[in-house]
DNA sequence: ACCGCTATCGTTAGCAC
DNA sequence: TGTGCTAACGATAGCGG
């Protein structure tokens, strides 16, 4: 065995040419991306919403939301519905309470993700959860989407 | 003064009380992701959007997108977004969606406890394996899980 | 191709100004 | 409240299996 010749090298941000690496950046920061979105979220109390498009022929689309895509989104594009002030105090109690739920279930999710992955070496049933998958956060083919 | 720099400490991922810590990690941490979606786009040629809608009362609105947030909200969603409602309808809608979204997340979790089932029932798992001596990982509280 | 490892790089918490 | 610094922490590039 060559000597240890090991650690990562800095990189420049430019894009990457060998294919196949680049697929496995794309998928470890894809990763480190959601990450640092959940646990903003979840430090600070804010509310995100990311997609992703992968790159090349595949163009697969991931996604990241909390509490939805869907309902960040039609904020951001209507530009001035915030929840407050409205209805009654015990609503806006439970969009809070709510709101805490959903953190919880998305971390509680992203575990079971790692778990699941490291159980891959078992068995091949995970891919039926990745086909059904939906909700707050999660990862789909592009095609599954326009149903 | 004896110059003991202290440096950064761990901090749990969990809500932060400290009101002003709270909003000084917000900016910075957000300038983060936004620096780490920027990376992926240029090193993968990924296509990302971000929205963040800051935690609190000011509730302000932060957003990344390349090429845009808009172009890659419509390609997500795939469809017109919904007339704009009048505020009371819109909270009532906020509710339902919400109520949506957890239902789907408890069945994504529901669905994925399933799965682990059926898993450890097939036999041997990498993590089974790792946590035997600890009376068997499902029994543990999915925080004890460190990975 | 995927997964784990780990040295190394990049991010950031806590301070000082 | 914002800017800059630095050490410690966390993310990850490159590699071996």
Redesign the interface.
């Known amino acids: 065995m060559p000597r240890r010749r090991k650690g990562r090298k800095r ?1 420049d ?4 040419e060998n294919e196949s690496n ?1 697929q496995v ?2 998928s470890k ?2 990763a ?2 959601f990450k ?5 979220c ?15 022929k595949a163009n697969k ?1 991931y ?1 990241f939301g909390h ?12 530009r001035d ?4 002030n ?2 009654s105090r015990h ?1 806006h109690l ?2 809070n309470h ?2 805490a ?2 953190r919880e ?2 971390k ?2 992203m ?6 992955q ?2 891959k ?3 091949e ?2 891919l ?2 990745r086909r ?5 956060w ?1 990862e789909a083919p592009i095609n599954a ?2 149903l």
């Open positions: 990189v941000i430019v894009k990457m680049l950046t794309f920061r894809r480190g991306l640092k979105a959940s646990e903003l979840t430090l600070c109390g804010a509310e995100i919403a990311i997609v992703v498009f992968s790159p090349g689309v996604s509490p939805s895509v869907e309902l960040l989104v039609d904020r951001f594009l209507g519905l915030p929840p407050p409205n209805e609503n439970l969009m709510q709101n739920v959903l279930l998305n509680e999710v575990n079971m993700e790692e778990i699941l490291m159980e070496a078992c068995g049933s995970i039926e959860v059904r998958a939906n909700g707050g999660w989407l326009n």
